[in-house]
């Protein structure tokens, strides 16, 4: 069980900024009329996740590294289920739609199945707490986020795998009233996406339900996702819904959109280019017009904690 | 010439709206903007682009359009700003280009890219673009003759394919804005195409029609 203590820099909650200063000190663009379509003075919806405030945990503090503007992390979005433009997801997800109460559905080859809220989740699995992970897109830019969550080894072990289970298979939610992006597109919804259970066990792997040591925001995939930090982004799901243990190897979408560009493992690596790019460098987001690109690190830094699971794969064919 | 298109063939009115890209985006609109603050060379790169794409829609539909509407003043103020319009085209484009070399940050991941036929296909209209740029003025229709110069500038048409491909390769899914942009302009093409069609059957066939003299 995960007893957390108060570190004495844990700041109390009280010393906070409150949230009502906090979204007003910007109110004089608003005045501008600079307000609406923009995170500044924009509103933001958080489902109310249990577990805040959540204890940093000192070996995941990436302190050699400045984490991304909180503007840009909650305003700068690939959530197609709203809208194909980056910029214009936060608003569209702001607009009504319901984060919680929410369940997760824990399915397939397990003795312990359940539908479970994520409060409650999060309360079995011993609460949250605050990593600082690197975060790579495939389409070769960057951020460091501090995630507030747990480890899904947590959840594995709640959900009692069988022999038969090799992979987990996550879906997002559907709701095409709420996400207008699910009315059409090319895309055939619900997102889904997989891992092996090797990788899904892995140390770094999180399911979020925070950034910044507060609920995440709906844009950011609220209530909880993934974050496999060691994969390109799109592997990290947003607002999950249902994690099937399967014994096939699921069908992620970018895959069954494009397979020729996005394979099952979407390992970061420099010397795999994507066909119409080079993966070798990447931009870093709020680093500025004149700013260099940043080489991309094998396994996005963090080849000592998971290189291990893919001796002997080509990581070539196997993109 | 009425008052409205007195207006129409104002050259300088002409050269705020080509530069109006560029002022726009040092007002608070795009300054603001989340996506522009994430990735401000992103962001340009794909706006330049956007505005030599835009004009050089308009540019290639000139003629087509004059065929369909001859007496229109605004197609005929189009003919008369063409030249000026094609060498924006061009501005934009090299403008383009420019942040392309701060979008990839250095000289070697510069060069990494052009290997990729998406890119390879941009440097080559670029390269037809300024070769139509370099000779937009009258001195050069001389120099080459006019018969030259014109199967030069027909090079556009090549520019047209080059173009509808690379902006089709970076859409991450899909062809969705290149689609909305260029169909008109491949049909506006296809229209001008069919009209000339006509037109020459008829003068084929204009001595065919003549009674016969005996």
Redesign the interface.
């Known amino acids: 069980m995960n007893i957390r203590k108060s570190k004495p820099w844990n700041l109390p909650e009280s010393a906070a900024t409150p949230e009502g200063d906090y979204l007003n000190r910007r109110n004089f663009l608003r005045a501008v009329g600079l307000g609406s379509g923009t995170l500044i003075g924009g509103s933001i919806t958080r489902a109310a996740t249990g577990g805040f405030p959540s204890t940093k945990n000192e070996n995941y503090l990436l302190e050699e590294l400045e984490p991304t503007e909180f503007d840009l992390v909650a305003g700068y979005n690939n959530f197609y289920e709203f809208s194909y433009e980056k910029g214009e997801v936060q608003k569209l997800a702001n607009q009504g739609w319901k984060t919680e109460p929410w369940t997760i559905e824990i399915a397939g080859h397990v003795n312990n199945p359940m539908k479970i809220d994520v409060n409650e989740l999060i309360k079995k699995v011993g609460g949250i707490e605050q990593r600082v992970y690197r975060f790579r897109c495939v389409e070769a830019w960057s951020m460091v986020i501090p995630w507030d969550g747990f480890q899904l080894s947590s959840l594995i072990d709640l959900a009692q795998p069988t022999s038969k289970a090799k992979f987990l298979k996550f879906t997002t939610f559907y709701d095409p009233e709420s996400a207008p992006g699910q009315k059409g597109g090319s895309i055939d919804w619900p997102y889904e996406e997989g891992l092996t259970v090797e990788e899904a066990r892995n140390e770094l792997t999180l399911l979020a339900t925070g950034i910044y040591g507060e609920p995440i925001p709906n844009q950011n995939g609220a209530p909880i996702r993934l974050v496999v930090p060691w994969k390109y982004g799109f592997k990290s799901i947003k607002s999950i819904v249902k994690i099937e243990f399967t014994s096939k190897q699921p069908m992620n979408t970018w895959q069954a959109l494009q397979p020729r560009e996005y394979g099952f493992y979407a390992n970061v690596n420099p010397k795999v280019d994507h066909p119409r790019w080079s993966q070798a460098t990447e931009r870093i987001i709020g680093s500025g017009f004149f700013s260099k690109r940043k080489d991309t690190l094998m396994f996005n830094g963090y080849e000592e904690q998971v290189a291990h699971m893919y001796k002997g794969l080509d990581l070539r064919r196997f993109y | 010439m009425n008052r409205f298109a007195r207006i129409l063939r104002n050259r300088r009115l002409l050269y705020l709206l080509l530069c109006s890209p560029i002022i726009f985006v040092f007002t608070?609109?795009i300054q603001?903007?989340?996506?522009f603050?994430?990735?401000?060379?992103?962001y340009?790169l794909e706006y330049v682009g956007l505005a030599s794409t835009y004009i050089f829609a308009i540019v290639i539909s000139v003629t087509p359009l004059r065929r369909i509407f001859p007496k229109s003043t605004v197609v005929n103020s189009l003919a008369y700003h063409r030249r000026p319009m094609g060498v924006s085209v061009f501005a934009y484009a090299f403008l383009h280009f420019l942040i392309y070399y701060?979008?990839?940050?250095?000289w070697s991941?510069f060069v990494?890219?052009w290997e990729?036929l998406?890119i390879l296909s941009g440097i080559m209209a670029f390269v037809i673009l300024l070769l139509m740029a370099i000779t937009s003025n009258n001195r050069m229709v001389r120099k080459l003759g006019s018969r030259h110069w014109k199967r030069l500038h027909q090079l556009a048409y090549i520019v047209l394919f080059l173009i509808i491909y690379h902006q089709a390769?970076?859409e991450?899914?899909?062809f969705r804005e290149t689609a909305l942009i260029f169909t008109p302009v491949l049909a506006l093409q296809c229209w001008r195409m069919i009209l000339a069609g006509k037109a020459s059957f008829t003068t084929r066939n204009a001595s065919a029609n003549q009674p016969k003299l005996d």
């Open positions: 608070p609109y603001i903007n989340t996506e603050r994430a990735d401000p060379a992103k340009l701060f979008y990839t940050g250095s991941e990494k890219d990729k998406f390769a970076q991450k899914t899909g």
